[in-house]
């Protein structure tokens, strides 16, 4: 348990219905004694001798001036029933900058010290009330963009990653024990132990969160689409349907459209983030040529591109232009043609762009009717669906967690080979230690203090 008692404002900045102040350390009933006035009468308590996890009415009271600050809601939480283990108050005050703002000051005044980023859920990891796999998924809830999306979080704040990891685990503490004391005890009586079906069992759990963790990176942190072409062929307004509301300005004047305009939609469960660029032109204008630069630095960081089409006009050599920039990535799936303006008779000749992108899947859409917008939404599901392989049971990771799942499955592929050219088993060991720790980073088990900083400095400031 830690020595010193936290404090920090646990609800977003800005005016509202509520706003939460947050203690949490061995401290925390006295530094809210000192501040709590109970019932109308507005009368001394020690908080400490209040029923846990029960509202109380009352005030904050100044105990330097004896003014009263707010009137508030207070709830005491006795440890360890509590989210950190610890001793914890909050305080529900009237929502807006100012009274929370007082009632931190007021706490930090009786003692307490601000609270870092993350710093409550750091120390429900410290203290054992959840496994570091868990405490970055309380960031995957808070950040979750669909329902979708915070489904696989809440299920991994259950612990569901690290259960799935458990047999995998399981085989290689198994495994390295025996590999241990074979090679520290030769001479020694070892009872015996298969190290093939271990390790084959280790790898193939290890290769079936691998293949969810892929899937469940994408619903944590989405795909971005760029939608290019050349000016005035439709692409604010296909941003607009998609948005289902009027956010890019739409005119017959070409070029109107000089940045990159950045928006997010919920594509089936997936997080998508369009990104409206400028025409992809040749021009003189100083500040369309700063768009184009952008446009196509966009199109090159995008997962996908939504090439737009007006197959009422000829294919112009701007949109050949266009096509061919899209060439090279044809070969990952990773572009879908939005043929514009399908309530219009077709130009015979918007072919020559086509033809330039064999292969790519091809949507007719009228942005002006709606008609086609649901297929393109399927159309652009299904490409997602396609170059990313998505499992049918995701787990939704972080990019560290990714990366040490595939530190361990390398690990277990690497003594499996050892293992089949006889090589010693002190030198299996290495390969079958050095899965285990990747595992135990996700875990928690075996993680470094930068580690723990890096991870819990991207979390908010009260949780």
Known sequence: ????????????????????????????????????????????????????????????????????????????????????????????????????????SLCLAQGARPAEAGEFTLRAFMNGRIDLSQAEAVSGVVSARTVQSLDLAVGELRGRLSQRLSPARDSLVETLAYLDAAADFPDDEIPPFDLEPALEEARAALEVVVASAKTGLLYREGIQVAIVGRPNVGKSSLLNTLLRSERAIVTEVAGTTRD????????????????????????????????????????????????????????????????????????????????????????PSIDLALKRLPGVPVVEISTLSG??????????????????????????????????????????????????????LDLLAVDVRTALYAVGEITGERVSEAVLDEIFSRFCIGK
């Open 371 to 424: 008609a086609g917008i649901d297929e393109l939404e399927s159309a652009l599901y299904e490409l997602v669906v396609g170059r990313s392989e998505l499992t049918a049971e995701p787990a939704l990771v972080t990019v560290r967690q990714l990366d040490a799942l595939r530190r361990a499955l390398d690990g277990v592929v690497a003594a499996q080979s050892g293992l089949v050219l006889e090589v010693p």
């Open 1 to 104: 348990m830690y020595q010193d008692t936290i404090a920090a404002i646990a609800t977003p900045v800005g005016e509202g219905g509520i706003g939460i102040v947050r203690l949490s350390g061995p401290e925390a009933n006295d530094v809210a004694s000192a501040l709590f006035r109970r019932g109308r009468g507005f009368r001394s308590v020690a908080v400490a001798g209040l029923q846990s996890h029960q509202l109380y009415y009352g005030a904050i009271v100044d105990p330097a001036s004896g003014r009263q600050v707010d009137e508030v809601m207070l709830v005491r939480m006795a440890a360890p029933r509590t989210y950190t283990r610890e001793d914890v108050v909050e305080i529900s005050c009237h929502g807006g900058l100012t009274p929370v703002r007082e009632v931190l």
């Open 260 to 347: 990159v305009i950045a928006e997010s939609i919920n594509l089936r469960g997936i997080p998508a983030t369009l990104l409206d660029t400028a025409g992809i032109t040749e021009t003189e204008d100083i500040v369309e040529k700063i768009g184009v630069h952008r446009s196509q630095r966009a199109l090159a960081t995008s997962g996908l591109a939504l090439f737009v089409l007006d197959r009422s006009e000829p294919a112009t050599s701007e949109d050949l232009v266009v096509a061919d920039l899209l060439g090279e990535r044809l070969e990952d799936g990773e572009v879908l043609v939005a043929l514009n303006k399908s309530d219009l008779p077709a130009s």
